[in-house]
């Protein structure tokens, strides 16, 4: 991996830290912008990259990375099932808990547990370390996608987009 590649992740997940597992443990408000964004992101970049590594996958690289996704969305439902969805004005404030971190926590576990576990059986190649953008906007558009469905359930409002700053 060159240099920018491994600078370029750094910044994406520090983004993904704050704006994610920071914002979300101390408390926050929704809106629909805010739910899509960040996993679109995410995936399209992971997708992106992965497409350009295919080529040289085999067939257990595909394999773990499929094992991977599912285990990760899986990992993003629970993180949603761990947060408190309270009405808050004109919209939904998210609060997540110390389970919440626990899960974050694992899910950043397994997601470099399957990558030392394809370095170990011998089929980690640049498909296993291009997707990592790709992986974890599937764990947090599953999380995302079902919060929307408990607030939708709860009967919860949910703003389009975040207000902008007030300009004086």
Do not use: H
Request: glycine letters at 10%.
């Amino acid at each position: 991996m060159n240099p920018a590649t491994v600078l370029l992740y750094v910044a994406i997940a520090a983004l993904v830290f704050y704006r994610m597992i920071y914002r979300q443990l101390r408390g926050t408000l929704l809106s629909r912008r805010a739910l899509l964004l960040m996993p679109l992101i995410l995936v399209a970049i992971g997708f992106f990259t992965a497409v350009q590594a295919l080529p040289q996958a085999g067939a257990g690289e595909l394999a773990l990375l499929g094992v991977d996704l599912v285990v990760l969305g899986a990992l993003g439902a629970l993180r949603s099932a761990t947060t408190t969805l309270t009405r808050s004005g004109n919209t939904t404030f998210q609060k997540g808990s110390a389970l919440t971190l626990v899960l974050w926590l694992a899910t950043i576990a397994v997601r470099v547990g399957f990558g030392f576990l394809g370095g170990t059986l011998g089929v980690s190649g640049t498909l296993t370390s291009s997707t990592i953008m790709l992986t974890l906007g599937v764990s947090i558009g599953v999380q995302n996608a079902l919060t929307y469905y408990r607030i939708q359930r709860l009967g919860l409002p949910l703003i389009d987009r975040e207000p902008s700053a007030v300009r004086a």
